[in-house]
């Protein structure tokens, strides 16, 4: 593949994001294992701090394999996203000040077109790895400490992987002409869109790495696994991807989902946990300025079957109560006499302008009565709002099991004894130790659980460190 040298593309991944955060809000965990993710029975990890990965726990392990393998003193938490959308925020402004295109992909990472840069470092040896560097200590003195590691390449594909290979705090850089020379040596996984099932389907045919792969002809590779995919490989495997930097992602949907401790088959609590996700879904909404044609209900049963079901309503959408009462209907379509593992919602075909529901008579209804309720019994009714069926959601007790007492890891003020964060909870006690970014580790100390003068708080401000606007 000749390369285009006119193309010079850097990927930034901030370093075990979630569990960075929480160490430098919390700093008797500094040094320390953190694992942050689902605590309950069925959870499963998001991030690992690196003194957590000495013991094997990784993103994505279940929670209760994360426990076993990490010594006593870790740190499990629940996620702050208020906190880590924060901090991203940060780093993305920064990067925006360097090039005026930057393609955000998650919370934690994004591409960066260094072509288009205020200041192009060009692929001059040394001028590049010294124009990184100076962006890497901006972040880590911008956040109050976190640090990232960056790729550049002139491909997407090779800057990711690039960003991979000196973690933490790293700096890669694939020059014009070395692509094949790093790819080809690369595990096949390393290729985009290669997954296991892929993976495993080439091993049948002697492909373990990208150099075996790109020794496939293009003919071979369409009769195994069709044009696109088959023509796709062939292009990525000789790293022959021209794929461009795109300023604005737009979101094309908006889900949340909740794994139960327990198989649920009462349709009552899960009507209700429908309240609590259709509740979050009309805040993001709102916050977005979106509306959604769109509803989804996802639904695992207890042999981890997956069923999704969707409907599209006549209008847009960033009502919660409209949200709420179509995946009741959906969910009323499903059976659930085998018990629910996980229950989702989601928006999608998402717009920037809404239509309201046709006014009749008594109140807002749909056209033609579509959405109609089956009779199921304590959900959601026809008129029925959001108040309501939110109250019934705080009642059940799939909500009491999540929301008695505090989760651990959530930021929390007293009025006696000001900031800190939950240490743990359980048996009517909430344990709180009280210490923030700029203070040393600070005491613990337990309280009831409805101590009145305890209450939730949002993130400490950390911004006000370095003196960066938040």
Request: overall charge negative; some cysteine.
């Amino acid at each position: 593949m000749a390369s285009d040298p006119r193309r010079c593309i850097m990927h930034l991944d901030l370093d075990a994001f979630f569990a960075a955060v929480e160490q430098r809000d919390k700093p008797s965990l500094r040094g320390r294992p953190v694992v942050v993710g689902g605590l309950g029975g069925r959870g499963v990890v998001s991030t690992a701090s690196y003194e957590a990965r000495v013991y094997g726990a990784r993103s994505a392990m279940p929670m209760v394999e994360a426990r076993r393998r990490c010594p006593a003193g870790t740190a499990f938490l629940s996620g702050r996203f208020e906190a880590y959308r924060a901090t991203s925020r940060v780093v993305m402004e920064i990067l925006r000040s360097r090039s005026p295109l930057v393609e955000q992909v998650s919370v934690d990472e994004a591409y960066v077109d260094l072509a288009a840069a205020v200041d192009p470092p060009g692929w001059e040896q040394g001028r590049l790895e010294e124009w990184c560097g100076r962006l890497l200590a901006e972040i880590t003195q911008a956040t109050g400490g976190l640090t990232a590691s960056v790729g550049v390449a002139t491909s997407k594909m090779l800057a990711k992987l690039a960003s991979e290979m000196d973690k933490p705090a790293g700096t890669t850089v694939v020059r014009p002409g070395q692509e094949l020379d790093v790819l080809h040596p690369l595990p096949v996984r390393a290729v985009a869109g290669v997954g296991p099932a892929t993976a495993a389907r080439l091993r049948t045919f002697g492909v373990e790495t990208v150099g075996d792969l790109a020794r496939v002809s293009e003919s071979d590779l369409v009769a195994i696994f069709g044009v696109a995919q088959g023509a796709s490989l062939h292009r990525l495997a000789r790293a022959d991807d021209d794929r461009a930097v795109v300023v604005q992602r737009e979101a094309k949907s908006i889900s949340s989902e909740e794994t139960f401790d327990t198989d649920v088959t009462d349709r009552t609590l899960l009507e209700a946990e429908l309240a609590r996700l259709a509740e979050g879904l009309g805040r993001r909404l709102g916050a977005s300025s979106l509306f959604a044609r769109t509803i989804t209900v996802k639904a695992r049963s207890h042999d981890f079957t997956t069923v999704t079901r969707s409907a599209s309503l006549p209008f847009a959408t960033g009502d919660a109560t409209v949200i709420l009462r179509e995946g009741v209907r959906l969910l009323g379509g499903l059976d659930v006499s085998q018990g629910l593992r996980l229950l989702g919602l989601g928006v999608s075909g998402l717009t920037g302008h809404a239509q309201e529901e046709l006014s009749l008579e008594g109140g807002l209804a749909y056209p033609e009565a579509t959405l109609d309720l089956p009779d199921v019994g304590g959900g959601a009714e026809p008129g029925d709002d959001l108040a309501a069926a939110a109250a019934r959601a705080a009642a059940s007790p799939l909500s009491g099991r999540r929301r008695e007492g505090w989760s651990t890891g959530q930021d929390v003020v007293h009025e006696e004894h000001g900031r800190g964060w939950v240490w743990g909870s359980g048996l009517g006690r909430v344990t709180v130790r009280f210490e923030g970014p700029t203070t040393p580790p600070g005491p613990v100390r337990t309280f009831s659980a409805d101590d009145p003068g305890l209450s939730a708080a949002p993130p400490p401000a950390w911004v006000e460190v370095s003196g960066t606007p938040s």
